[in-house]
């Protein structure tokens, strides 16, 4: 099946510049050229992944990632900033992005990017393969359903997007093991590249937001500080 991907970007050259090696490699692109028409494009068609700039005319590309997810939690975005735009791109994925790349960029990284989004999350369902027959993790009030890839706290449903449920489902087959920032870039993600830490920040940040009852003192997602992140022990939510 076809991989369809929309490019918002209101820079023609690098869009033909992304088309070309995005139709070699076989994948389908469509394009818009300012942030309404992304937006209406984004929510209309249907598409495996969205490279969204953040400088955008119209609607900026803040706004349209924003308002993407509150429509489609699933659908894997990656933005186009620029290095001087630090703080945005922290609010990107705040907001919802699931990874970014700093223009200039080379073309073979964001071939990669494209790449490493775009595939099916086959490391974890390897780990869960690995377990066994294991569809269900319980923590207390977290349960996670890996078939169903649905979340339940206190037997609520947590919102998450396609990344946040990989990553907390990566962390949960490991409980007790401390990550890396890479490490979990490596695996999640699915790409090697450093000076990306703000992509795992910032949905450490979004995850505890969504499952932590305090957020500052988190109970499931634990800083392990000089090294990265590990996933809480079932002993340890027992005391």
Not at 53 to 79: F, S, T, W
Not at 160 to 178: I, Q, R, V, W
Not at 197 to 204: A, C, E, F, L, Q
Request: glycine fraction near 6%; proline fraction near 3%.
């Amino acid at each position: 099946m076809t991989q369809r991907v929309l490019i918002i970007e209101d820079d023609k050259d690098i869009i033909d510049l992304i088309e070309i090696h995005l139709k070699d490699l076989g994948y389908e692109l469509d394009k818009a050229f300012n942030g309404e028409s992304g937006l209406e494009k984004a929510l209309s068609g249907e598409f495996n992944l969205i490279i969204l700039d953040l400088m955008l005319p119209k609607l900026e590309g803040l706004e349209v990632c924003k308002r993407i997810r509150e429509k489609n939690k699933a659908l894997p975005i990656l933005m186009l900033t620029s290095k001087s735009e630090e703080l945005d791109k922290i609010l990107g994925l705040e907001v919802g992005a699931d990874d970014y790349i700093t223009k200039p960029f080379s073309i073979r990284e964001l071939i990669a990017r494209v790449k490493a989004n775009l595939r099916s999350i086959e490391a974890i369902k390897n780990e869960i393969s690995k377990a066994g027959e294991l569809n269900e993790l319980c923590f207390d009030q977290l349960s996670i359903d890996m078939e169903k890839r649905k979340v339940l706290l206190g037997g609520k449903k947590v919102e998450l997007t396609a990344k946040e449920f990989d990553l907390l489902s990566y962390f949960a087959l490991h409980p007790g093991k401390n990550f890396t920032r890479e490490q979990l870039l490596n695996t999640v993600w699915g790409y090697q590249f450093s000076g990306y830490d703000h992509t795992v920040n910032s949905h450490i940040n979004r995850l505890r937001s969504k499952i932590e009852k305090n957020p500052a003192e988190p109970r499931y997602i634990k800083t392990v500080w000089g090294v990265g992140y590990r996933f809480v022990e079932a002993e340890e939510l027992e005391t």
